[in-house]
């Protein structure tokens, strides 16, 4: 039964578009307007209220950045003084356990440390 008047409704649909398809330009855009301006009404009356979006990770990334020590707004400048001096540290930081001789895998100017490979699960049983 739900299959036959899906198939009748999908039938109508098509032939409404067929018989859209062949008419004059004028009468074809009346008949736009029309519809568009029905369809707008029911979606509105359909929404409601519009509720508040949950886009947090959004909001934190439009959040201006604030410096902890003064509370005012950093410049792009210094974020990124500031991650180059981040990043300069860590490179010392492996060159540093290179040198102590501590067991470090390199591929051409890549450091990786033990601290990347996988290990073995602690628990065997599974």
Not at 40 to 52: D, E, F, K, L, W
Not at 59 to 65: L, M, V
Request: proline share 6%; net charge positive.
């Amino acid at each position: 039964m739900a299959e036959t008047l899906l198939a009748a409704l999908g039938a109508a649909v098509c032939l409404a578009l067929l018989v859209h398809m062949f008419l004059p330009a004028a009468l074809r855009q009346r008949i736009d307007g029309r519809f568009s301006r029905v369809w707008q009404a029911v979606r509105q009356r359909r929404s409601g209220v519009p509720r508040a979006a949950r886009r947090t990770a959004m909001r934190a990334a439009n959040k201006p950045r604030v410096d902890d020590r003064r509370g005012e707004r950093k410049s792009d400048r210094e974020v990124l003084q500031e991650a180059e001096q981040e990043a300069q540290e860590v490179i010392e930081r492996v060159r540093r356990q290179a040198r102590e001789g501590k067991p470090v895998e390199r591929d051409g100017n890549v450091y990786r440390p033990d601290a990347f490979k996988p290990r073995p699960p602690k628990d065997k049983l599974h």
